[in-house]
């Protein structure tokens, strides 16, 4: 046997933190690695280099890149740091004068040149064995499909436009290729992420593109148009309340898309929205939200929202909490707001005390509960389709309907379930409702087999593990 047979592959370590976005980042540059023949390490001791894809949008998340980045310097010694907070290379290297290589958000190129001078790469690429929708870090049944970086609004209270630049939307038959080759190889749900989903194709001026033979606008109305040929669960995230998203309604009315919005509305009072620098008109937002109503009746809206924001008084919160009565939005998360470090609503008068601040969020976040409670209520004794996501120990398959996300929405869990296994799309009855979760049981009654012990199958986004 040759020197060059015996060597073993080089090997990464890889830490992704952040939101999907970064997810999607993650993926790439390991489909990438694995391309030139890298071994991924599940663990640092094992890894010849550890890359760690930061998040840098609240100053709890550059905390935590930071803390990931010391960890792995002191358990690998090697670290290329790429994500949101590479951006801030100078206070990276102030406090880690010893990691390899900082690169910016998505610049896979300059993370792929930085590791190959740290674990130079093997001389033959083994290329087949990267399967054809590449590396996924997400369950094999769902899959994140980033459609454009980056975001032409400027919210006071972000710097994503600052650390990922404008608008930059990728050819739309690119997209559609992209979405097609992951369900051929077994996903059934896309859940489509971007900074403005809704915005796509504006700085392109919608340039069609070709898939399947025929021309797709590059639109949000043509992306939304093609997902729905591929009979996957298609679901759109971080949408921004422009009046043309009015046009996917129908599509999700005929079943092309999943009936469901994910709008991150962040507030409803003018002075507020004003002072985050977004748009106001949250009077004309209620009556779309009804008229989406009137043309898909069981469409999901769900929306995240930031309480105490800087100047925010009792009155706007009063506001936005009689707006969220009359929406009546499903799902609704709330963070109470944060400074982050660079953005303009740091700078802003009347910052709220942080005890009204969490008095706010969780008198919020009660609202949203009865409302979430009442609409789940109406769900007992009715069937719906649920995708199962895993089936634990004690045989309960762990769900989700058409109107929860992963991650960030309830589930349904459905007993028994040891007939289930991850991927299934499978009808249920449901029996009965918590605030955010339903339960549920098989409606094919050959499915309805007793719990047993089962092994559990998890699910793991980062390649190791930070406890
Ligand atoms: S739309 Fe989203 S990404 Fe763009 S600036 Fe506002 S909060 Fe940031």
Redesign the pocket.
Known sequence: MSDTETKRAPTVGFVSLGCPKALVDSERILTRLRGEGYEISPTYEGADTVVVNTCGFLDSARDESLDAIGEALAKNGKVVVTGCLGAEADLIRKRFPQVSAITGAHRYDEVLDAVHQVAPPPPDPFRDLVPPQGVKLTPKHYAYLKISEG?D???S??I??QMRGDLASRPVGEVLREAEVLVENGVKELLVVS??TSAYGLDTRYAPGVWRGREWKGSFEGLAQGLGELGAWVRLH?V?PYPHVDSVIPLMAEGKILPYLDI?FQHAAPSVLKAMK?PGNQAKTLERIAKWRSICPEIVLRSTFVVGFPGETEEDFQFLLDWLQEAQLDRVGAFAYENVEGAAARDLPDHVPEEVKQERRERFMAAAQKISRAKLLTKVGGTMEVLVDEVRRNGVAVARSKGDAPEIDGHVFVRPGTMLTAGDLVQVRVTRTEAYDLWAEPVDRALRKPAATLAPRGRMHRVISRI
């Open positions: 975001c609004h400027r919210c209270f972000c994503i436009p900074q403005d971080y921004y991150p977004r």
